[in-house]
């Protein structure tokens, strides 16, 4: 979603912390820069104009200009702004109030209220332990009110019965009633939209909201709208008056500047947000983590967060005393990639990395992307068990059989056999170091590797630490990346020879090594005195 804001601010203000001074001439310049970036990211002019100016405001005082970095210091104020207008903190749904709790969905046609209800529906069973009924007050788009309840099978959340010939209203007070009778701690209310706001449709809301008196009055708004969702948040809680916002598709590709403006301008924080079209994908919205993201930062919390949500434990750990044994089958590289899509894939992934946001154009270049990865899926599914345990076993026949059950060819094949290869030989050199989360951190460190940047494998805690390791591993580590092309233009240096010592380094044989204990690493002969 952000995207391309997220682009243009990086290369305005990389350009500003790359000196080491700034004059206020300097600050002005970037900041037209700024507005600009926020313009075309569909932000209201008001909302640009007021940030603008507040960064402007504390970016030509004295203590930014003759600080020691001062453009880091631009880069941390335009942050806290960016976080002061999506909102300081994220607010969860509030559900402190006497059961039934009545939410209370308003937006129009087409923005994804019935999704939603869903989605939040299934999200307060499941992670909240709460008992939630779900009514649809949508008598004017046909099966609308069918929809809903096909939803509520699909996540197993009750939904009011459909009752022909009644009103909204009508309906709201009965929803409102079971939900007391039935000791629902929720009701979710998904009332009717139009293709554009209108007096009737006002009118209907304030109705509803007279006769269910709900806690919540959530606005649900697509992201793609742009500026226009201004008007319609304005325009809601002006009749209506709502308690917060969700966004929808902010998956897409949209500019993102209905987050940005709709927060600043409605004073209403922004509760969830969706990102996909599964009934999982819904997320609370935290205004650091997204202005973390805007500006290249990356949001571990997060990538932890997702992680701890979508990878089994008793699996991840099963499968690190597989990993201790040295052994990894296809099966084992199927699990992962999977893992990897559940996750967000590669460029959900690299988003939540600092710094790696933009090298998301280099894995696509790669090869290593989510069709990638589909395709990969295809060729392992298209494989016997004893193909899947035993790879040796795959011969020119048996590739050929498998090339046709995966619609691929033979040499999408071998590069499979090959990735695998690298990764069973990387899994075995670190030993099951690292438990359950072990075998993706090889995964991403084989990719970061591959790409030449070597610091994300040591950031995901999956390189293995020279300093514990005899020269025979030592060796056979140098022997696993000559094989994956490291050191050979990929943008690391080649690595040092094993056995003869390894000169030009301070520590071997010479002045002790910072972090490493002692004078030289262990377990390595010394080098040769000069």
């Known amino acids: 979603?952000?995207?391309?804001?997220?682009?243009?601010?990086?290369?305005?203000?990389?350009?500003?912390?790359?000196?080491?001074?700034?004059?206020?001439?300097?600050?002005?310049?970037?900041?037209?820069?700024?507005?600009?970036?926020?313009?075309?990211?569909?932000?209201?002019?008001?909302?640009?104009?007021?940030?603008?100016?507040?960064?402007?405001?504390?970016?030509?005082?004295?203590?930014?200009?003759?600080?020691?970095?001062?453009?880091?210091?631009?880069?941390?104020?335009?942050?806290?702004?960016?976080?002061?207008?999506?909102?300081?903190?994220?607010?969860?749904?509030?559900?402190?109030?006497?059961?039934?709790?009545?939410?209370?969905?308003?937006?129009?046609?087409?923005?994804?209220?019935?999704?939603?209800?869903?989605?939040?529906?299934?999200?307060?069973?499941?992670?909240?332990?709460?008992?939630?009924?779900?009514?649809?007050?949508?008598?004017?788009?046909?099966?609308?009110?069918?929809?809903?309840?096909?939803?509520?099978?699909?996540?197993?959340?009750?939904?009011?019965p459909i009752v022909a010939g009644q009103s909204p209203v009508e309906i709201a007070r009965r929803a409102v009633q079971a939900g007391k009778l039935g000791g629902y701690d929720v009701v979710i209310l998904d009332t009717a939209g139009r293709t554009h706001i209108d007096e009737p449709l006002?009118?209907?809301?304030?109705?509803?909201?007279?006769?269910?008196?709900?806690?919540?009055?959530?606005?649900?708004?697509?992201?793609?709208?742009?500026?226009?969702?201004?008007?319609?948040?304005?325009?809601?809680?002006?009749?209506?008056?709502?308690?917060?916002?969700?966004?929808?598709?902010?998956?897409?590709?949209?500019?993102?500047?209905?987050?940005?403006?709709?927060?600043?301008?409605?004073?209403?924080?922004?509760?969830?947000?969706?990102?996909?079209e599964k009934m999982d994908a819904l997320d609370e919205f935290h205004p650091r983590r997204i202005a973390d993201r805007i500006l290249g930062m990356g949001d571990i919390v997060s990538l932890v967060e997702k992680a701890a949500e979508t990878i089994d434990a008793e699996k991840a750990a099963a499968m690190a005393k597989k990993m201790q044994s040295g052994k990894f089958d296809l099966d084992d590289l199927a699990e992962q990639l999977k893992q990897m899509q559940k996750m967000g894939g590669v460029g959900g992934l690299l988003g939540l990395m600092p710094g790696m946001g933009n090298m998301k154009g280099q894995m696509e270049a790669m090869g290593m992307n989510d069709t990638a990865f589909k395709r990969q899926l295809a060729i392992i599914s298209s494989m016997t068990p004893a193909e899947r345990a035993n790879p040796d076993l795959l011969k020119h026949s048996r590739k050929q059989r498998i090339a046709k059950g995966s619609g691929t060819d033979a040499a999408q094949i071998n590069r499979l056999l090959k990735m695998h290869r690298q990764m069973a030989d990387m899994m075995k050199a670190m030993g099951g170091k690292g438990k359950g989360g072990g075998m993706m951190r090889g995964l991403m460190g084989g990719m970061a590797q591959k790409m030449g940047l070597g610091g994300l494998m040591g950031g995901m805690g999956g390189m293995p630490d020279l300093s514990k390791m005899s020269p025979a591993e030592l060796a056979e580590l140098q022997k696993q990346a000559e094989q994956m092309g490291l050191g050979k233009g990929d943008g690391l240096p080649p690595m040092p020879p094993v056995g003869g010592g390894m000169p030009k380094l301070p520590g071997l044989g010479g002045p002790k090594l910072p972090g490493l204990g002692g004078p030289g690493l262990p377990g390595l002969p010394k080098g040769p005195k000069k």
């Open 1 to 160: 979603m952000f995207e391309n804001l997220s682009e243009r601010l990086g290369s305005i203000l990389n350009g500003l912390t790359g000196r080491g001074a700034l004059s206020e001439k300097d600050v002005s310049a970037a900041m037209r820069e700024v507005r600009r970036a926020l313009l075309e990211a569909d932000v209201a002019l008001d909302v640009v104009r007021s940030f603008t100016d507040r960064v402007r405001e504390k970016a030509v005082g004295a203590t930014v200009l003759k600080s020691v970095k001062p453009g880091q210091m631009v880069v941390k104020i335009v942050h806290d702004e960016l976080v002061a207008t999506l909102g300081e903190e994220g607010v969860p749904i509030d559900l402190n109030a006497p059961a039934p709790v009545v939410i209370m969905m308003v937006g129009l046609q087409g923005s994804g209220k019935t999704t939603t209800t869903g989605k939040i529906g299934r999200r307060m069973e499941a992670r909240d332990r709460r008992k939630v009924l779900m009514a649809s007050l949508d008598t004017r788009r046909p099966a609308a009110q069918e929809q809903l309840r096909q939803l509520g099978e699909q996540t197993g959340v009750a939904t009011l």
């Open 202 to 276: 006002m009118a209907e809301m304030a109705d509803i909201r007279k006769a269910a008196d709900p806690h919540e009055i959530l606005l649900v708004a697509d992201s793609l709208t742009g500026q226009d969702a201004v008007n319609l948040a304005k325009s809601f809680d002006e009749r209506v008056g709502i308690t917060g916002l969700v966004l929808t598709r902010m998956d897409g590709d949209g500019r993102g500047g209905a987050a940005l403006s709709m927060r600043a301008v409605t004073g209403k924080p922004i509760k969830l947000i969706g990102v996909g």
